[in-house]
Structures are given as C-alpha cells and as structure tokens.
C-alpha cells in the first residue's frame, strides 16, 4: 500500500511539475522604445489580441512596465518526452497545395508548425508548387471529423471552458486534438467528442465578415445593420448549360469535360451559403435563379418573358460582356462577379464591376511605394516586348514623381537573357533596392528571380510586381519571402483568420468538399452584395457606404456620375522570410 501510494505521490509532484512549466502567460518588462505593436509581432500574435490581454496597459507603455505575454513554451514538450504514435494510419494526411498557398497558410489551415510540414516534404527544398501532393503530419483525414462534434476556437476559448461546456474532460480533448499540445490557437478545429446519434452541435457561425484584417479605429467601414422587414429580390444569372444535358449527355461525364459548368456550380454552392447565412439571420430574400447558357440569345429570351422592374438586383451573367449586354436591356443593378480586361473602358450606370481591375491595382501599388519611399535604389526590369512598353514609361514616370528620386535604372532582356553584370552594375550594396517587375513573361521572371536570389546574402533587396500571375507559378516560395516580395492582389485567403475557417468548415460539412476560389468568390459577391441592400435604402446607397472583406475579397466602391460603380479595393500582400503574409489595404 505505502509503495502505491508512494508512486501516486511521485506521479501527483511531475503532474505538478509539469503544469508549472505549461504555464500560457508569463510577466515582461517593457523596454525603452517598445510599443504594444512591436511586443506582439514578437509575440507573433495580434496588437488587438495583446491589449486584451492587458486592458489597463496604453498602446505605448513606459519602460520598466510589467505586462502579461504569452509563454513561448507553453505547450512544448521536453527533451526526451515521447509522441504518441499508437494510430500511424491517421498520423499523416495528403493535401493537394492550391494556387498561391504558402506553407504558412497551410501550417495554420491544419494546425501544424512549417517545420513539422518541412520535415515530412523533403521535396519543399525545391519549393512549394501549385499541385504538389503534401504530407500533413498529426491531421486527421476529413472523413474522420464526419464522427465528431467539432468546435472552431475563437478569441478567449480555454481548454477548461471547452471542457465545460461540452461537459468533455480535458485529457479526452488532448487525446482527440493531438496539436493541442503546441498550445490552444485562433481558428483551430478541434474533435470534441464523438457524434451519437442527431446531436445539436453548438457551433458559433462566423461567415459574414473578415473584420480581423482592419483595424479597431479605422474609418471609413461599412457597417451592418439589416432590415429584417425588408424584402430583397434577387436574380442569379449562371451558365448552368442545362439545355445540353439531354439523353445522349450523361450528367456525369458533361460535368468532368465542362470548366464552365464547374465554375457555375462552385460559384452557385458560395452564392447559396451566403443565402442561406442572411435567411438565418432574419432577412426576407426571394431568389430565383436563370440559366444564362453563356449566350446572348438566351439573355435575350429570358428578358423578354420576364419582368425585372420589381428586382432588387442581378448577380451575373458571369462574363463581363454578357453582363454589359443585359445591363442596357434592363433598369435593374447588373453585379458583374468577376474581372475582365474588357470592363476597363465600358461603362453603364447601373453596371457594378465588383473586381479592382489592373489599373486599379497599379494605383494602390504606386501610392503604398512612395508613402514609403526614403531613399531606396530604384530597378525597373521589364521584357523588352512593344505591347508592354507605354506601361513601362507609365510606372517609370510615376517613380520619378516621388520626393528626393534621383535616377531609376531599366533593365531588359537581351537575346530573352539578363545578363548577372546588368544586375551587378545597378544594384546597390550600401541602400536598399527596389527591383520593380514589369512584365507576366515566363523567361523574364525566371531569369530575374534567379539573378536576383545571388545577391540576396549581400545586399537588401525587395522584389515588387504588378500582379502575382502564373509567371509566378514555378517560382520558389522560400525565395520570394527572401526577396521580400510585394504584389497587389484583389483577393487574399487567410486561414489564420476564425471567419475564413468557420466557413470552410460549414462548406465541407454541406458540400463534402472543400471550396474552390469560384465558391469563395460566389459567397463574397452574394454576400457583400445582399448585406449593403439589406442595410440601405437602396443598393446604390449601401454599395457608397465604405469597405469591407469577406473571405478573399475586399470591397470598396466608386461611382462617377454616369459610369458604373467600380471596387477599388485592393490588397497589398509582402512575403517575409518566415513566409508570413503581410497584408496592406
């Protein structure tokens, strides 16, 4: 009895021991010089996040103040502790990268360091690539989830509340949720207990709005404020091509052969979850939906056997020159969803291009680059082709309006070649260096990219470009967060953000599939749209009633008199070394 008791005894003091150490919080001293902002990059956690933490605290402290932090070794476990490995068939899952995923987006997506994700891709020494089939250490296959309650962790979530509130133990959830032991993190999915029978999962939905990319005090924001006595009416414009589904069709073999019947259908999937979420909220919405066909002539039947003078607004077709069309044939507010290089100088009143088109996106870069230009070496490389070169003296003659510039240098190929000299000669050791990217020509990028990655252990370099296209889909992502990439881009997928998760969860446990961009896409431009009328007199009031983000996108409408409404927002996206986005909007 004295040894049981003895070994309880023991086993009761490296119990205390060990939670001792697990501690989540631990006490700082304020340095000279350090703001709340700086501590929480530190930190790697949120200035809104870190002030919670210490709500007596002012954004810039004094030194020699003590505040709360959390412990970086919280959750870690010691020197010589073992893993359970008792299950090494649900150890590992196979993720197929998407296009312009980082590995950071897919440590937090899965709830996994980069480096476990690393060590188990020896091939990421290559690069990530759009396609790659990945290991996902310690992540449960998604069929498994199927069989659990499942909770989504949001801002002040503990284990000792979960547990109490689905009246679980804590060493059951640590059992379940293996990546618990790295510490308790926004946006994690977590197995609660095993589903039994048709239980009510109490699930908080958060799928409406992206508020975490903006700040607390920032203007300038649209704000919800539905009327649920409203009544909307919506009509949706989608080429599902149903005509073409006849005897002779399988339904099977025409939607594997047809990209633009799975565009619809993944775009009509997001539309319905943004429908579905207003409906749960109250909001009174009649919508009907038309087979466009991608066709002119089919427009033209269904505007004239139906009536739209009592229709709030259309979402579609999905092409900006069908959308045009329909425009002028009716009074009612046309959302065109997705951009075309065509919209740039057409123009009708109650058009809505909800895409920034690339001026747009030029515009935002150029204003961020001399709001931060101090003196940096400027490196225009551009690819020599004539269809390219008024854009080219456009930028540079941009450049040479910001403050103190001196002189810019051009680079371009010769023989389809930059020479490592060229570089050499243009390049400056003792400043930083802007190299601006003019140019969506394979070879060009290349042969900068591969120039530029020599120099990086020597000088300070920031690679920038107009847009992140498919010259980029080959490039290695650990370089470009060497080189400090920065791009503009109408759309950002942040899966460390709690909306964008809790939203990929409800789509799969709907769908059985995660969402494609043309799904996300459907659900921003229904949502976004829906939510303004819903909150306004009128759609053209609420689309002038300041921005907002949702999934990927961001919106921000302008209007000239007698021009379409146009979104001008726009995200401006900064690779670091650690492959952590940087976001600007």
Sequence with gaps: MNKIKGSFLLLFLVSIMAFAQQKKYVPYTVKQGESIKSIAKNYDISTRDLLKLNPDVDRKPNAGVVIIVPNESFGKQEVGSVRSTANPKSDKYFYEVLPKETLFGISKKFNVSISEINAANPELIHGLKSGMKLIVPNKVPVQDNENFVLHTVVKDDTV??????????????????LSLNDGLKLGMVLKIKPIQGNPIVDIEEKTEANDELFDEDETGLFIENLDLNKRINVAIMLPYQLSKLNDSIKNESF????????????????????????????????????????SISKLQSIVTITDFNNVDVIIGPLFFDKAYWLSQQVSTPVVVPFLSSKQGGISKDNLIKSSANSETLTIKLLSHLENLYKGENIIVVND??????????????????????????VIKPEKGYIANAKFLEKLNPESKNWVILISDENVTT?????NLKGFISDMEIKLIALDKGKNFDNVDNNTLGMLNFLYPSSDFLNMSNSHVNNFFNSYQEKNFSLPSSYALRGFDVTYDTLVRIASSINIEEGLNSGKSSRMVSLFNYDKKPLESFENKGVYLIQYNKELVPVVFH
């Design 446 to 450: 290349a042969s900068t990219i591969n």
């Design 160 to 177: 000792f509340n979960l547990s109490k509130r689905y009246q679980v133990s804590q060493s059951d959830l640590f059992k379940l949720n």
């Design 255 to 294: 939607g594997k052969n047809n990209a633009l019947l799975s565009i619809a259908t993944d775009f009509h999937m997001g539309a319905e979850m943004a429908i579905d979420s207003l409906r749960r909220k109250g909001l009174m919405l009649n919508v009907k939906y038309f087979d466009s066909e991608n």
């Design 384 to 409: 020599g082709k004539e269809e390219s070169q008024s854009k080219l003296w456009h930028i540079v003659n941009k450049l040479k309006g910001f403050d103190s510039v001196s002189s810019i240098s």
